[in-house]
């Protein structure tokens, strides 16, 4: 029996580094010995929390730019390749929370680009990191999904259709790819101290909404709290978990 995570020296991609829990994740791979590749639109967020990993004598490397756009897509993938040999781990943590709207409140512009960024963006670098991920014969994916995926009372439209996506495409890639030796798992984050920005427009919000999020969030994780399980469901101690979303949320999908 071996109690090593299985992480020192692995090719890690992880998303959203740049803040909050993508951030917190990129250091505690680093920490478990990773070279980490942080991609993020934020370049100081992603430039800070690559030397903050360098500076504790780890191994990192950034990239910059909206992950919806499939030449950023190809590029963090040219860079895990290129500096590191391969990508063992992807970490698909991006995305955006920024309105609580109903559906019938939805406009189509934050309908599109919700959808784009959660849901399209992590689809786009999975696929253009699966051979990678295959070529290995071993391999782990963990999405950052959302309580949002579980139920229809924690967020607004845009984002819960978005993340229930990402659960959809969590399990597809678990069943599709098991007998390749790539395991697909998420998170589902209840709420969060992170820099997400929610404009809590109360014209927009839904009244299940508030209801959900205000009557049962009870304690706001950290975002550390949620890193630490990005990494155990990456690691081999998680080596027969595949297809879950993971609620780290004090008890909120218990509710
Ligand atoms: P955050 O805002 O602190 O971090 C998100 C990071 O993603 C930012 O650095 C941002 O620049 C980056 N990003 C956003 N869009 C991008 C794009 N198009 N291209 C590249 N980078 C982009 O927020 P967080 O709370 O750490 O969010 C991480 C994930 O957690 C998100 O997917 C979010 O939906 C999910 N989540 C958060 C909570 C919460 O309460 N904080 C709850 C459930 C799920």
Redesign the pocket.
């Known amino acids: 029996m071996s109690t090593s995570t299985g992480l020192s020296g692995k090719s890690v991609v992880v998303?959203?580094?740049?803040?909050?829990?993508?951030?917190?994740a990129a250091l505690r791979f680093a920490a478990e010995g990773a070279r980490v590749v942080l991609?993020?639109?934020?370049a100081d967020?992603?430039k800070e929390a690559a030397e903050e990993i360098v500076a504790a004598g780890g191994t990192a490397v950034t990239v910059v730019?909206?992950?919806?756009?499939q030449g950023?897509v190809d590029q963090v993938v040219a860079t895990a390749v290129d500096t590191f040999g391969g990508i063992d781990v992807l970490v698909?943590?991006?995305?955006?929370?920024d309105r609580m709207s109903a559906a019938g409140e939805t406009e189509d512009d934050e309908w599109e680009r919700v959808l784009?960024?959660?849901l399209t963006?992590p689809f786009l670098l999975t696929r253009a990191a699966l051979p990678h991920l295959l070529a290995n014969g071993k391999g782990a994916i963990v999405?950052?999904?959302?309580?949002?995926s579980l139920r229809g009372s924690?967020?607004g439209a845009a984002?819960t259709v978005?993340?229930h996506g990402?659960a959809g495409l969590t399990k597809s890639l678990a069943v599709m790819y098991r007998d390749k030796g790539v395991r697909t798992n998420a998170?589902?984050?209840?709420?969060?101290?992170?820099?997400?920005?929610?404009q809590l427009d109360q014209d927009a919000l839904g009244p299940s909404v508030i209801m959900g999020y205000r009557g049962n969030i009870g304690r706001?994780?950290d975002?550390d709290e949620?890193a630490a399980a990005i990494v155990f469901l990456a690691s081999d101690a998680a080596s027969n978990i595949n297809g879950v979303i993971l609620p780290v949320d004090n008890g909120w999908a218990a509710v």
């Open positions: 998303t959203g580094a740049g803040s909050g829990i993508g951030r917190a991609a993020d639109l934020n967020g992603a730019g909206d992950l919806s756009e950023t698909n943590n991006a995305g955006i929370m784009r960024i959660n963006a999405f950052t999904a959302s309580e949002a924690a967020a984002y978005s993340k990402v998170i589902a984050p209840g709420g969060t101290v992170t820099g997400i920005q929610v706001a994780a975002a949620q």
